[in-house]
């Protein structure tokens, strides 16, 4: 069974505004990935962020951890129609590796 | 060069025929995984390995094998394919034990069974 789940399923913006996605999970975690996936493609490692972190940031990208309420948020800023994709979380309890995948967020960007 | 690829790239086959799929990576990596996609699902582990000879299942690993002969590579089998065993294949690999580790992930293998 999937951990993480992705909010919204799809969202559209303009080019240059600021995107906004949520991820809950329902166990406890011991780090949390934001993954991206172009089209028929490979995911793409973008950002961990580890359980006793509250925010991190990565060039255009910040992330926050709520692990009181198991959840999670990543927000690209000024964003680019190349930022277009599919955005995953994976949250990974620990435990033998077992890294479970929400079903994602489409991210449009339109030019 | 890729660090993780698979091969093929895409398959057609249809119902009851074995077909393996292929995956080999230069990273240097100990451990990796194969996961299926399905639409509106995500990923879905179906097995993992943390060194060679070592194999244990995924959520999801009824109706598939796996081979681990070396470091480099590790295979994902279908016995015998079945129409729901459609979906986009991938493999991945990682470095570090529990915690902090990324995953590093192929192109993918687009498995059509009808």
């Known amino acids: 069974s999937q951990q993480g789940e992705e909010d919204p399923q799809a969202l559209s913006i303009q080019e240059g505004e600021n995107a906004t996605m949520n991820c809950s999970y329902k166990?406890?975690?011991?780090?949390l990935q934001w993954y991206r996936q172009n089209s028929g493609r490979g995911l793409v490692h973008l950002i961990l962020?580890?359980?006793?972190?509250r925010e991190k940031h990565s060039g255009r990208l910040r992330v926050t951890l709520d692990t009181s309420k198991k959840s999670s948020s990543l927000l690209i800023t000024a964003s680019r129609a190349a930022d277009t994709a599919s955005y995953f979380c994976?949250?990974?309890?620990?435990?033998?590796?077992?890294?479970?995948f929400g079903a994602g967020t489409r991210l449009t960007v339109k030019p | 060069d890729a660090d993780v690829t698979q091969t093929p790239r895409n398959r057609i086959t249809k119902t009851g025929k074995r077909i393996m799929l292929e995956c080999s990576q230069t990273?240097?990596?100990?451990?990796m995984y194969w996961y299926r996609q399905d639409p509106g699902l995500g990923l879905r582990l179906i097995y993992y390995?943390?060194?060679?000879?070592?194999?244990n299942k995924g959520e999801i690993s009824d109706g598939y094998s796996v081979s681990r002969q070396a470091q480099a590579k590790f295979s994902l089998s279908l016995e015998s394919a079945i129409p729901n065993q459609t979906a986009l294949y991938f493999c991945?690999?990682?470095?570090?034990?529990?915690?902090?580790?990324?995953?590093?992930f192929g192109p993918g293998t687009r498995l059509l069974v009808l």
């Open positions: 991945a690999t990682s470095a570090a034990w529990g915690g902090q580790e990324t995953q590093y």
């Open positions: 166990t406890s975690i011991n780090n």
């Open positions: 962020i580890r359980s006793n972190e």
């Open positions: 994976a949250t990974d309890g620990g435990n033998n590796n077992d890294m479970r």
């Open positions: 990273k240097g990596h100990d451990r």
């Open positions: 390995s943390f060194d060679v000879k070592d194999i």
